[in-house]
């Protein structure tokens, strides 16, 4: 009897174990970098009260599996969430976090990649990767996120059908936990739960996202510079002189071209800025509209001239902008017969390092 008894509890624990583990919150299994933090009773729960900060699963490393926390929201502008498959090496991970203080819009949350630890939400944005949801911010919210290599979901307060459906951004490979608890306000956070048993997805139904046609599929991109090289116009040819090219970049979503796919902002270097290049060959001499998009700051230069300069960062036109790509801008450009070099020198602070660009009446030019 007390044999069959073991085994019962053996098995009974097993088969709570590949339906996932509950993580106490303790700074045994959490690594934990706040401003502030209090662990503490609140709603019933066992939860830590964390400040502008985050929590680092220790010493187990998440490829496929379920992730699912709840957390008590404010009603004011946070971005709490989770990064998974974090390498602290390369600054790559998935992520999904909430934005509270848009509770019922469509960007209530947002799924996003972190790219050499830059998040371009200013590219991955729209229906494909947020959600209109309505928050409670009298009780716990709970998020479930379900990982199986190239593809997850997100289900929010227990519900029956994935609200959201995606594919990941990166090569499915192990890395960290991180529970961020969202800027310099504070959440309750409790109830986390890991498993590390790849998931059924069901109804798995991602978003599509239209295609911008002729976009510029390609773009040459330098080493990193300073901005303020370029605030004199007669520096340009100076600072192009002594770049180094690094690669070409290809456009990502049929929408731009990440620059943090071969760039690191947060090398250490000093720079916050290259030149994105393109070749024009024009049948004739002619002048031609190019329609072009970029995050965070450009100037344009044809043919070694600066033509234009621009800035599409967050809140650069009023407190709600996003600074969004897409192809909100445009030039005519006096093109000679034959080749002509377009470049585009990009500066960025955060949101996403992008550049995008299209000739919509493309007869009489190639580009490559």
Request: a neutral charge; zero cysteines; aromatic letters at 12%.
């Amino acid at each position: 009897m007390k044999t069959q008894l073991k085994l019962t509890i053996v098995l009974l624990l097993l088969s709570i174990g590949s339906k996932g583990q509950i993580i106490p919150i303790d700074t045994n299994n959490w690594e934990i970098q706040a401003r502030a933090y209090v662990l503490e009773k609140h709603l019933g729960s066992d939860a830590i009260y964390l400040q502008a900060g985050s929590m680092t699963l220790k010493d187990k490393a998440f490829k496929n599996g379920i992730i699912e926390f709840d957390i008590h929201l404010k009603e004011e502008q946070a971005f709490p969430g989770v990064y998974f498959r974090a390498n602290n090496e390369t600054g790559d991970s998935e992520q999904f976090y909430v934005r509270p203080h848009q509770s019922g819009n469509p960007d209530a949350n947002q799924a996003a990649p972190t790219t050499k630890n830059i998040s371009p939400w200013q590219l991955y944005f729209g229906p494909r990767y947020s959600f209109a949801y309505k928050y409670n911010y009298e009780t716990w919210t709970h998020i479930k996120i379900l990982v199986n290599e190239d593809k997850a979901q997100v289900y929010l307060d227990n519900s029956d059908k994935p609200n959201l459906s995606w594919d990941l951004f990166h090569k499915p490979e192990s890395g960290k936990i991180i529970i961020r608890g969202g800027n310099s306000s504070g959440f309750h956070i409790a109830n986390i739960k890991v498993s590390f048993d790849a998931p059924d997805l069901v109804g798995f139904r991602p978003i599509e996202r239209e295609a911008i046609p002729n976009l510029i599929q390609e773009w040459e991109v330098s080493d990193m510079f300073e901005e303020k090289l370029l605030e004199n116009p007669n520096n340009i040819e100076e600072a192009l002189a002594n770049r180094k090219w690094q690669g070409k970049i290809k456009a990502e979503e049929g929408t731009a071209a990440n620059i943090s796919r071969i760039q690191n902002l947060y090398n250490g270097e000093p720079g916050n800025t290259v030149f994105a290049k393109i070749s024009i060959t024009s049948e004739k001499d002619q002048m031609k509209l190019f329609e072009f998009g970029y995050s965070d700051r450009v100037i344009a230069i044809l043919n070694g001239k600066p033509i234009y300069w621009g800035n599409n960062k967050w809140r650069s036109r009023d407190y709600r902008y996003l600074g969004t790509v897409g192809l909100f801008d445009g030039i005519y450009l006096d093109l000679k017969k034959g080749k002509n070099e377009l470049l585009m020198a990009v500066s960025e602070d955060f949101g996403g390092w992008l550049i995008t660009g299209r000739f919509k009446d493309n007869s009489g030019v190639s580009v490559k």
